[in-house]
C-alpha cells in the first residue's frame, strides 16, 4: 500500500489579527506538510458568533500570504456548515448519548457551591454537576416545547462506556485517552448548535487531516477528540503539540498586544523572513 499523504492544517478563530504566536503555529503545520510532500489546508473556525468578524477572517488569509504561505482552496469555513454538526449532535442524541442541559453558568455554580464534594477540575473547568442528566424524558420535552435555551452535552459515562478503551499517537509516541477528564462538556452551544471540540472533530475528519498539528495548551482536548471519533466512527489523525510562543516577558502572545501581530510587523518594515524568524521558524 503506498504511504497515505500527510494532510495538515491551520485553523484559527477570525477574532483578531494574527500574532507570532499563530505564523509559528501555521509555518509548523505548513512546513510539516511540506516536508511530506504533502498537503496543507486552511480553515476558518468561525463558530462563536459574537466574537468572530469577517474582516479577521479576509486579514488572516492576507497576513498569511504575506508571510508566505500558500494553501489549498477552498477554505473551509465552520459558520458555512452549521446543519452538518447539528446532524451529528442529532445521530448522538438518537443513541442518548448527548441530552439538553438548560442550566445557566448561575445554576451550575450554585449546584457546585451546594455539593458537599470539590468539583473534579476538567481542561475546560470544573465538572458539570450533573443536574439535567437526570431530568425525565417528558420534563425535557415540556422544557424545549415551552421553548427554553439549552445546550446539548455530552454523557460522559455513557459515551466512554460505549467506546470502550481508547489510544492515540502524539508525536508518534502511544497514549492513552482519558476523555473522562472533561466530564459531561457542551458539544451543543445554547447559542449555536456546535462547539470548538465537536466542529475541529468534524471537520479534521471531513477534511481528511492525517496530523493534527497546534499549541500544546489544546493537548489535553485530544483525549475528548479521540472519544469522538471512535463514536462517530470518524478517521483517527496524529497529533503533534508544539510549545506556546512566549514574549520577552515570558507570557503568552495575545491577540490584544499590536506590537506582535503581523500587521503590525509588516507596517513597522520587517520582512516576510525577518517575521519567520521571529517566530521562530526561519527558513
Ligand atoms: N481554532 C483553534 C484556535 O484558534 C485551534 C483549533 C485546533 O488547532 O485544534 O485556538
Given amino acids: 500500500m503506498p504511504p497515505a499523504t500527510v494532510v495538515t492544517r491551520f485553523a484559527p478563530s477570525p477574532t483578531g489579527y494574527l ?14 506538510a511540506a516536508e511530506a510532500g504533502g498537503r496543507f489546508l486552511l480553515r476558518i473556525e468561525d463558530i462563536d458568533p459574537l466574537r468572530c468578524r469577517p474582516e479577521f477572517a479576509a ?3 492576507e497576513d498569511l500570504a504575506w508571510l508566505g504561505l500558500a494553501w489549498e482552496r477552498p477554505v473551509r469555513v465552520q459558520s458555512e456548515h452549521l446543519a452538518d454538526y447539528r446532524r ?35 481542561p475546560d ?24 435555551p439549552y445546550a446539548l452535552r455530552l454523557d460522559m459515562a455513557r459515551a466512554a462506556a460505549a467506546a470502550g478503551p481508547l489510544a492515540f499517537r502524539e508525536a508518534g509516541e502511544p497514549r492513552v485517552a482519558t476523555p473522562e477528564i472533561f466530564g459531561d462538556v457542551v458539544l451543543g452551544r445554547k447559542d449555536t448548535p456546535a462547539s470548538y471540540h465537536l466542529c475541529v472533530t468534524h471537520d479534521d475528519a471531513a477534511q481528511g487531516v492525517t496530523l493534527v498539528t497546534r499549541a500544546e495548551d489544546l493537548r489535553p482536548a485530544t483525549h475528548l477528540h479521540r472519544l469522538l471519533q471512535a463514536l462517530l466512527g470518524w478517521q483517527v489523525p496524529q497529533w503533534r503539540h508544539h510549545p506556546l510562543r512566549v514574549g520577552p516577558d515570558g507570557r503568552r502572545h495575545a491577540k490584544r498586544d499590536r506590537s506582535v501581530t503581523l500587521r503590525d ?11 519567520r524568524a521571529l517566530a521562530g521558524l526561519p527558513d
Wanted: hydrophobic share 45%; charged share 20%.
Fill in 88 to 122: 451529528v449532535l442529532e445521530a448522538l442524541a438518537a443513541r442518548g448519548l448527548v441530552y439538553p442541559c438548560f442550566c445557566t453558568r448561575a445554576d451550575i455554580a450554585r449546584e457546585i457551591a451546594a455539593s458537599a464534594e470539590a468539583p473534579h477540575q476538567g
Fill in 125 to 148: 473547568g470544573p465538572h458539570y454537576p450533573g443536574t439535567c442528566r437526570a431530568l425525565r424524558e417528558d420534563e425535557r420535552r415540556g422544557r424545549i416545547a415551552a421553548g427554553a
Fill in 265 to 275: 510587523l509588516r507596517a513597522a518594515g520587517h520582512t516576510p523572513a525577518a517575521v
Fill in 19 to 32: 500574532h507570532l504566536g499563530h505564523a509559528f503555529a501555521a509555518l509548523f503545520a505548513h512546513r510539516l
Fill in 59 to 61: 486579514a488572516i488569509e
